[in-house]
């Protein structure tokens, strides 16, 4: 078996129906979903956390 023949049984190997690690792009902030989910939730979560929290030690 050559190292052609090799690398060609590799790329036979990759399913082309799943997402690859080389298919895959930053993060686009002009997509108002990826907005929401990676940066406006997170903050909101976090804020929510620590008013809670400070509601609970006044208790």
């Known amino acids: 078996m050559t190292f ?3 690398l060609s049984f590799l790329f036979i ?3 082309s129906s799943t997402p690859n690690p080389g ?3 930053g993060l686009d902030l002009s997509n108002p979903f990826d907005l929401i ?3 406006i939730l ?3 979560i ?3 956390y ?3 929290r400070k509601q ?3 208790k």
């Open 4 to 6: 052609y023949s090799f």
């Open 13 to 15: 190997q990759t399913p």
């Open 23 to 25: 298919d895959t792009t």
């Open 37 to 39: 989910v990676y940066i």
């Open 42 to 44: 997170p903050i909101a």
């Open 46 to 48: 976090f804020v929510f």
């Open 50 to 52: 620590l008013l809670y």
């Open 56 to 58: 609970n030690r006044k």
